[in-house]
């Protein structure tokens, strides 16, 4: 909210230090400040002198920040939401126990990765959609020019050869740009999030798979008493997976050392009243 009064209020103040069409001043300032913080850079409304040029520099850079807010806030609060009443759904019936096996991850209590990139995708479509409806008949534009500025829009492209000219036009850009760009940048972090998934089940499986060596198990020996334990064997594996680093395993194994207070390798009540009183 701040981010957009400031912008606002040196749009109106130095009005003049701006070139482009004109609408209603406080529409235009409120407009030009979304365009500005979603990057789209249409280019029907611009910095003409050394101050706002300075400014609007200033005003891109700090708007990444706030651009990384939003999109941690609006868009994963829909998809929450959707997440949520599909996960309300699954009951033991067979048709959910088909739909928890492909859609539902019920052991992390969350929906698969690939149906929320489907989700991100979905409004992405649906933005575009809408998009399309609304510039046909707030601008007067054919369907196609309306498609091609929804979808220029949408990915923050922003061409210039095309933009909202109306009151009515760029009161629906400041709510409609906000979504769909944020939308946007979510689908792209799902579809990372799904590669990054991919691999490292990969990882994961291949380890698995592995036979283990002896230098396997002199690496997995952490007393060094020739032998592994069942604990030991599964640290080892994390350790392969990427799961776990050896800084990490370290920092476990002080905490402990701290807590035994007897030196006994193990942890008793009398340790941890002991480690209560200090």
Excluded at 21 to 37: G, N, S
Excluded at 196 to 206: F, G, P, S, T
Excluded at 252 to 267: A, E, T
């Amino acid at each position: 909210i701040i981010y957009a009064i400031i912008g606002m209020v040196i749009y109106l103040l130095t009005r003049e230090s701006f070139k482009g069409e004109e609408t209603f001043k406080p529409i235009d300032a409120l407009y030009f400040t979304v365009v500005t913080l979603c990057t789209i850079g249409y280019g029907d409304i611009v910095p003409n002198t050394t101050f706002t040029k300075l400014f609007t520099c200033g005003f891109i850079l700090i708007g990444f920040g706030f651009v990384d807010i939003l999109l941690s806030g609006l868009v994963t609060y829909v998809l929450d939401r959707q997440e949520a009443v599909l996960l309300s759904t699954v009951d033991e019936n067979r048709f959910n126990a088909m739909f928890r096996t492909y859609m539902i991850d019920t052991a992390k209590g969350r929906m698969r990765i690939r149906i929320k990139v489907g989700l991100a995708l979905a409004v992405v479509i649906g933005c575009i959609a809408i998009g399309t409806m609304a510039v046909h008949f707030l601008e007067g534009t054919s369907w196609v020019d309306s498609f091609y500025l929804s979808v220029t829009s949408v990915t923050t492209v922003g061409y210039g050869d095309y933009a909202f000219t109306t009151v009515k036009g760029r009161c629906f850009a400041i709510i409609w740009l906000l979504v769909s760009t944020l939308a946007v940048a979510r689908a792209f972090l799902y579809l990372t999030e799904l590669r990054i998934d991919k691999r490292n089940r990969k990882i994961a499986k291949w380890v698995l798979q592995k036979k283990m060596t002896v230098g396997d198990l002199v690496a997995a020996d952490l007393d060094h008493d020739g032998s592994i334990s069942k604990s030991e064997y599964v640290i080892y594996k994390l350790k392969e997976m990427g799961k776990i680093a050896e800084k990490d395993i370290l920092q476990i194994c002080n905490q402990f050392d701290m807590l035994d207070r007897g030196n006994c390798g193990k942890l008793t009540v009398a340790d941890l009243m002991e480690s209560e009183t200090d």
